[in-house]
Nanobody, 128 residues
């Protein structure tokens, strides 16, 4: 049974930082590319960032470039999201997701429907 479990969310002031983690089990982690998405109240889920199975390629949404950093540790089956310089508009539930690396394309990494497995999310709330 595949499980993705996010942690590290919380309430922070604008300008603050958090480190989100996503621990995977039940799958061969190094066979999967990983993405982070977020969903704010009343809005659709949106792409945040993506990392290939070996960390060789990384992509960010324009809204988070220069503030967020994705990384992974395949030995620990974990992907991380360092979020810095947080803004109130970053408030959302953050989800990690796994996509088989053999299926990833230059378009698919942004599309939530292409991911096979999802975590339950971790809430990030940024106060102004």
């Amino acid at each position: 049974q595949v499980q993705l479990v996010e942690s590290g969310g919380g309430l922070v002031q604008a300008g603050g930082s958090l480190r989100l983690s996503c621990a995977a089990s039940g799958l061969i982690f190094s066979n999967y590319d990983m993405g982070w998405f977020r969903q704010a109240p009343g809005k659709e889920r949106e792409f945040v960032t993506f990392i290939t199975w070996n960390g060789g390629s990384i992509y960010y949404a324009d809204s988070v470039k220069g503030r967020f950093t994705i990384s992974r540790d395949n030995a620990k089956n974990t992907v991380y999201l360092q979020v810095n310089k947080l803004k109130p508009e970053d408030t959302a539930v953050y989800y990690c997701a796994a996509q088989p690396s053999y299926r990833t394309t230059m378009r698919s990494y942004r599309e939530s429907s292409r991911y096979d497995y999802w975590g339950h999310g971790t809430q990030v709330t940024v106060s102004s």
